[in-house]
């Protein structure tokens, strides 16, 4: 069964500092891996996805990157801003099902 | 475009009633699967279904029940109601063939209040 984990649970960083959010996972064999970000009390927001063949996708100031093999992806956000606050969400498909299994997330706080 | 769109937003229901909420998926997505947002937590997978069939499961107990229709849009259906029920459920809708690799698209959730 697939586990997802995301350190830290929290952070707060000063407006202006780039995030670094982490997601392991323990089997390798993924299909794809999502980023999602979630404002509370609401829905996802796809942020960002990456193909188990590409290594890393960027979107403006977000970067995630991936190692398979390592079980390991990596959220960037450059340049925080106040508007960043908010939990965000690693989800990974195992190869073909088209289910995915999400980590509890990173609630993140950008301080003004 | 329209993205999924879920309804209602909120509803409060007692022990024991019974639930149904629905969901409508970006317009020519196939597929819609359910998940089940305990406060916390994050989403947990329910059912995938996908021109009416379904063809996943999640570890979740016989009274959860879904369906989808002809117009590819799905209800989920919660019996006997359990106060730990209680959560944000959010509906997602994908299409092999848009091109983005299976890319899910989620909607605002619907959160119920079991009572």
């Known amino acids: 069964k697939q586990e997802v984990t995301q350190i830290p649970a929290a952070l707060s960083v000063p407006e202006g500092e780039n995030l670094v959010l982490n997601c392991s996972f323990t089997?390798?064999?993924?299909?794809?891996l999502q980023w999602f970000r979630q404002d509370p009390g609401k829905g996802l927001t796809s942020l960002l996805l990456?193909?188990?063949?590409?290594r890393e996708q960027t979107s403006g100031r977000l970067n995630a990157s991936l190692d398979k093999s390592s079980g390991r992806s990596t959220l960037y956000i450059a340049a925080s801003q106040p508007g960043d606050s908010a939990t965000y969400l690693c989800a990974v498909e195992d190869y073909g099902n088209n289910r995915l299994a999400f980590g509890k997330g990173n609630q993140v706080v950008v301080i003004p | 475009d329209a993205g999924v769109t879920q309804s209602p937003t909120h509803l409060i229901k007692t022990r024991g009633q019974h639930v149904t909420l629905r969901c409508s998926p970006i317009?020519?997505?196939?597929?819609v699967s359910w998940y089940q947002q305990v406060l916390g937590q994050g989403p947990q997978f329910i059912f995938q279904y996908y021109e009416k069939e379904e063809r996943g499961r999640g570890n979740f107990p016989d009274r959860f029940s879904a369906r989808q229709f002809p117009n590819y849009s799905s209800e989920l259906n919660v019996n006997a109601l359990l106060l730990g029920d209680s959560a944000l459920y959010l509906c997602?809708?994908?299409?092999?063939?848009?091109?983005?690799?299976?890319?899910?698209?989620f909607g605002p959730g619907t959160r119920l209040t079991v009572t």
């Open positions: 990456i193909q188990s063949s590409q």
């Open positions: 089997d390798s064999a993924i299909y794809n």
């Open positions: 997602a809708s994908s299409s092999p063939t848009s091109g983005t690799y299976y890319e899910q698209y």
């Open positions: 317009s020519g997505h196939k597929s």
